[in-house]
């Protein structure tokens, strides 16, 4: 089935974040792909079968009723987000960036994730969407300031959606990451928590603690957490930390007619 973010984005707005299955509640519609990425994989990258991915694919745009393809990106965990304007989907050929943009109906902003955080923005006037992965590396290098720095929008008339990703109560990482959030800003600190029985070097991080706190800082007010763990959600979600071999979700966004 597909998520839908609860927030209040125009009418023409249409935005959603697949799962493992596959189509709206109540559809008999199956994913392709088998374990360990069972069912709907999007991702061609992970090592799944080709076919089964582009049937995937086909089937996420039969079921979200696109008019265009999305425009996949080669994600790398970069801070480079491309404009979608003027540029064909049918023709496209993926490139590296982690968040895309446009302001023209039916061009499909989309990210890949099973982790990471997929941030959907829009803006009050609903003529702007936009789509961000996020995973720690990019965030602490500026993914997202940088994106909506670039936006055509004052920050203050954005909305943004935060999907399903980990959770602190599952990302544990190294002080070398702690180091990378903490050294600048110290008060960072309030988002890693020291494993108990404490362990020297690890910590619990509240990775979507810190990108509120980013959007914030750049003048976003209106913020929206679906408050889904990608980890903790087997049934439903991908997660690389739980699994290692697995599929990603999709989350997408576009204006339409």
């Given at each position: 089935?597909?998520?839908?973010?609860?927030?209040?984005?125009?009418?023409n707005i249409?935005?959603?974040?697949?799962?493992?299955?596959?189509?709206?509640?109540?559809?008999?519609?199956?994913?392709?792909?088998?374990?360990?990425?069972?069912?709907?994989?999007?991702?061609?990258?992970?090592?799944?079968?080709?076919?089964?991915?582009?049937?995937?694919?086909?089937?996420?745009?039969?079921?979200?009723?696109?008019v265009n393809?999305?425009?996949?990106?080669?994600?790398?965990?970069?801070?480079?987000?491309?404009?979608?304007?003027?540029?064909?989907?049918?023709?496209?050929?993926?490139?590296?960036?982690?968040?895309?943009?446009?302001?023209?109906?039916?061009?499909?902003?989309?990210?890949?994730?099973?982790?990471?955080?997929?941030?959907?923005?829009?803006?009050?006037?609903?003529?702007?969407?936009?789509?961000?992965?996020?995973?720690?590396?990019?965030?602490?290098?500026?993914?997202?300031?940088?994106?909506?720095?670039?936006?055509?929008?004052?920050?203050?008339?954005?909305?943004?959606?935060?999907?399903?990703?980990?959770?602190?109560?599952?990302?544990?990482?190294?002080?070398?990451?702690?180091?990378?959030?903490?050294?600048?800003?110290?008060?960072?600190?309030?988002?890693?928590?020291?494993?108990?029985?404490?362990?020297?070097?690890?910590?619990?991080?509240?990775?979507?603690?810190?990108?509120?706190?980013?959007?914030?800082?750049?003048?976003?007010?209106?913020?929206?957490?679906?408050?889904?763990?990608?980890?903790?959600?087997?049934?439903?979600?991908y997660s690389?930390?739980?699994?290692?071999?697995?599929?990603?979700?999709?989350?997408?966004?576009?204006?339409?007619?």
């Open positions: 089935m597909f998520i839908k973010p609860e927030w209040p984005a125009p009418i249409r935005a959603l974040c697949t799962t493992r299955l596959s189509g709206n509640a109540g559809d008999n519609v199956k994913g392709q792909s088998n374990p360990p990425y069972d069912y709907f994989n999007v991702a061609t990258h992970v090592g799944d079968n080709p076919l089964a991915v582009q049937q995937n694919r086909q089937i996420l745009t039969e079921q979200a009723c696109l393809s999305p425009f996949w990106l080669d994600q790398q965990h970069t801070v480079e987000a491309v404009c979608l304007d003027n540029l064909s989907a049918q023709n496209w050929q993926p490139v590296i960036a982690d968040a895309s943009w446009s302001t023209q109906t039916n061009h499909v902003a989309l990210v890949m994730t099973a982790d990471c955080i997929p941030l959907l923005i829009t803006n009050l006037e609903g003529s702007l969407v936009c789509a961000i992965h996020a995973g720690w590396k990019g965030l602490a290098d500026g993914i997202v300031s940088k994106t909506i720095q670039a936006l055509p929008e004052q920050p203050q008339n954005l909305l943004v959606w935060i999907g399903p990703c980990i959770r602190q109560a599952h990302f544990e990482v190294g002080l070398d990451v702690y180091e990378m959030f903490c050294a600048k800003i110290p008060n960072n600190q309030r988002f890693f928590k020291k494993q108990m029985p404490i362990t020297e070097g690890k910590y619990f991080a509240d990775i979507a603690g810190l990108l509120k706190l980013e959007l914030k800082k750049i003048g976003l007010t209106h913020i929206y957490d679906s408050e889904l763990c990608s980890y903790a959600d087997s049934e439903r979600f690389y930390r739980r699994d290692g071999a697995t599929g990603r979700m999709a989350s997408l966004i576009w204006i339409e007619d």
